[in-house]
Structures are given as structure tokens and as C-alpha cells.
């Protein structure tokens, strides 16, 4: 299925997970929050540009994107969050109803992007074929403020072969837009990480050998989620984890060589 | 002399040009507006990477840079330029008296930086020996307007030796946040520039034996100053030409690869 058909299915309120679909096109993380926070989430990002890369900032009260033909934001995702005072009220699957002429959307890069790259390089991602989720961790590395705007780094973690940890580096320093290079390579403790087989979030990865293996982490677009909770703002609305919004452009289109 | 010296130098009302001085450090365009217009100009920014290259935006109010050590952006410029109403008012060696609480600087990269890099990678630049400015050029083309904030893009031109050309784009990929690859190579025609001899601000650059070089345009930091115009808003501040804001960075800190 191309992009925009993902987005005409979405937008029916068919409710799936669009990884692996509509294959080579952009999809994003999104946070949809008022005007009156926006400057300083706006900052938030720009001073931590790993975990919170910006792809497009809207104009208040937009709902198309200009990367996404014929979109309309408050529809086309499968499945959004919204946040009251911080924490998570309900789940949608449209949220015309609670949209605002002030609300200011935010598309952050995905990890998606460079994953297609790691397979593209011969580097085995496990929970790809097994359906399962990336694991993920709250790092004890912190984030830098911006307004009321804060908190820990999460980063996804990737067992690599050790042969393969130079393409791995690689291979993500293409995509700085889709969080880029890793943040942290071996010794998990170092960034705050106790069990490395224990997520915060998503699925446990155990490699088979383990010594043949080595942990290497990446900033995380759930990063943005936790520091969009610290803010308590009075609404925001996200993305599901996993049903993201999927653009019309390529992979290579955000490569930087 | 190192960053923090120059700035010091600054400080005391010394006015020079910081081209080629503390070599090998990030110099960038600055400027200044109030918080009422800082998200629109931080959209026009992020719309237009190549011409606006986001470096740091300060919170509101704030003067110290993170990226340089005790330094003061309200006088460690050796020259502010002051605009009120989108025209030019007057120069100034300091900021101090004219400083308001809800003023946010942006740090914008600056082509030092990649220049660095050609004259490394043995392209010639004799503006650069001749103690001359770069030509710059106002293209054709729109850029992507936010709020109030448009304008056309402006353009700075390198003639470069035909077996230079790919050297040329390979060494400017480096530094996406320093204006990064060319916007365009050849025919000057095609982006609206109908005399490639006279530019609209700089020296003129006239190669010696023409067909031996191609023009090359790259995007270049003036651009934002003529949003800025643009934009009529009431009081803003930028730095003199080639008398920028320098930071303790290091070129090589801003390269992707």
C-alpha cells in the first residue's frame, strides 16, 4: 500500500500498526499540544535534536501536512493519545472533536527510517520478524530543559554482531533527522541501564550468544512523551506507540550522503 | 588568540571582523527579537534549514550561550546592527542599555566553517587571500514563509575548478548546520542571477580563465536578515556582516560524518 492509502485507511477508523508498511516512505512521532507551550516544546527539541528530531512544525490550527498529500492530521493516524494535566486520558482514533484552532502539530522523526537501513546492511533486528516491539529504557542521562520541559533520555536498545558495529554506526550517521547515531555503545550500567534484558517499554532481547553480541543504544521518540507528561500541560495528544504517521517522503529524501 | 579572548576583545568595544580569527572554532549569525515573534521566526528557520541553520536558541531574557564559556551576547559582538520596524536604525558596539527582558537570541551556523573545509580539501577561495568578501546573490527563489517572516533566498557563489565540483559537495555535506550542500550548480540564470559578476552584496568574483570553473551557490545567512525585514516587526538585532558571535564549538563538533 502507498502512503497515502495508509492514510485514507487510517482515516475510515481502522485502527493497525503501521511498521513495515507502505516500505521506504517517512513516518513520524507526533505530538499535537497549544500554541501557549509551543515555543518552549519547540526549544525542547531543537536542544535535544537526538531524541526529539524535527521533521515539520505546522502552523497553529493546520491539519495538513506539506509532506503528506491531501492529509489531514487529526484523522490519518490509526490511533492517537491524549494527555490531560500530563496524564494519559484516552485513547481515539479521531480527534475531531477536541481539535483546536490553536493546537500546533509536531512531526518528529522514527526510528523506522534508519531500521530499514540496519536490515538494508546485513544486521539482524530480531523483533522485525518476531512482531514484537524494540526494547526500550529510561536511561539515568538527562535530557536539557527547555520552559517546563524535561527529564530522561529513553533510548531503544540493538544487540549488534561485533563485526557489524562500525556499519551500524554507519548506517545511522546517514539519517541525523531519524535519531541518528547511537548515544551509548557496550557497557549498559554506564548510562544508568541495570538489567539489560529488563525494558522500560516494548519487548525483552536476549541474544542467543551473547558474547558474540554487543548493546548498543539509540535516543528514543519516547524521550518527547515523558517530557510532554513533566510539563502538565492542560492538553496534548500523541501518537500511539507503533501507529505512527506515515508521509510521502522517501527514506533517502532525509539522508544527509 | 582563542574564543573567549576574542569575546573579551569584544567586550571592550574593540570593533573588528572575525573572519579567519580563532581558526578552527564555530562562528555564527546572530539574532535577536522579541518573544512575541520568536516562534514564528524559529517555523521560518526550521522551514529554511540550509539558509537558517539552528545552532542554539537562548530562553527568553537569557545572554550567556551554552557554547561559550562566561560570555555576555549583549557585548561580545564587536558590532550589533538595530533594526526597528524592519528598517535599519543604527550600529552599535553594545547592546547593554537597549537589552530587554523578553528578547531571545538564535545562534544561526555561519559558512566559516565549510570554507574551513574547502581551503583544506585544496579548493581555491580568493576572497579569502584578498581580504574580500564572498558575492551574494538574492535568487529567484521563495523561501518557506512562517508567520510574517518571507523573502527570497539569498545566495553566496564559489567558482570552482571543474575536477573540484564533487570535492566541493562531499566537503559541505559535512556540515548540514553551516549551510551544508550547494542549492545549486551552474547555469546562474536558472536561480534568477542574470549578471554572475555582479553580485547583489559582497566583491565580485571574476575567475580568470571562466571555462575552467562552474558557479556554485550554496545558501547563505543573509536571508534570514531580509525575513527579518520582512517581518516589519518592532525592534530586532542582528550582527554586522563578518562580525560574528564566536563559540567555543569546535568546526569538527557540527560535522555529521
Not at 490550527?61 to 486520558?89: L, M
Not at 477536541?98 to 530480531?126: A, H, M, Q, Y
Not at 538527562?142 to 520552559?147: E, V
Not at 551473547?210 to 515523558?226: F, H, N, S
Request: aromatic content about 10%; charged content about 25%; some cysteine.
Amino acid at each position: 500500500m502507498e502512503a497515502k492509502e495508509l492514510r485514507e485507511l487510517a482515516r475510515t477508523g481502522k485502527n493497525f500498526t503501521t511498521s513495515g508498511l507502505a516500505k521506504g516512505h517517512v513516518q513520524t512521532n507526533v505530538v499535537i499540544l497549544p500554541k501557549a507551550h509551543a515555543f518552549d516544546f519547540t526549544l525542547f527539541c531543537i536542544r535535544n535534536p537526538k531524541p526529539c528530531p524535527i521533521v515539520e512544525v505546522f502552523d497553529p490550527g493546520e491539519f495538513v501536512s506539506s509532506i503528506a498529500e491531501d492529509s489531514d492530521i487529526r484523522t490519518d493516524i490509526p490511533e492517537y493519545k491524549i494527555f490531560r494535566n500530563g496524564i494519559f486520558s484516552e485513547l481515539s482514533t479521531d480527534i475531531k472533536n477536541i481539535w483546536r484552532s490553536d493546537f500546533v502539530v509536531f512531526l518528529l522523526g522514527c526510528s523506522f527510517t534508519f531500521e530499514n537501513e540496519l536490515v538494508k546492511n546485513g544486521i539482524e533486528l530480531p523483533y522485525f520478524t518476531n512482531k514484537k516491539n524494540v526494547p526500550m529504557f529510561i536511561t539515568s542521562l538527562d535530557t536539557k530543559k527547555a520552559g517546563n520541559f524535561s527529564g530522561k533520555l529513553v533510548v531503544t536498545q540493538r544487540w549488534i554482531k561485533k563485526d557489524k558495529i562500525v556499519k551500524a554506526v554507519q548506517s545511522t550517521s546517514r539519517f541525523p533527522n531519524q535519531h541518528g547515531t547511537p548515544i551509548h555503545i557496550g557497557n549498559s550500567e554506564e548510562i544508568g541501564i541495570k538489567d539489560p534484558y529488563k525494558p522500560d517499554f516494548g519487548d525483552p532481547w536476549i541474544p542467543k550468544n551473547p558474547k558474540d553480541y554487543t548493546p548498543m543504544y539509540w535516543a528514543c521518540g519516547v524521550t518527547p512523551q515523558l517530557a510532554l507528561e513533566a510539563a502538565k500541560i492542560d492538553i496534548s495528544i500523541t501518537h500511539s506507540p507503533g501507529k505512527m504517521f506515515v508521509t510521502d517522503l522517501k527514506d533517502e529524501d532525509m539522508a544527509v550522503i
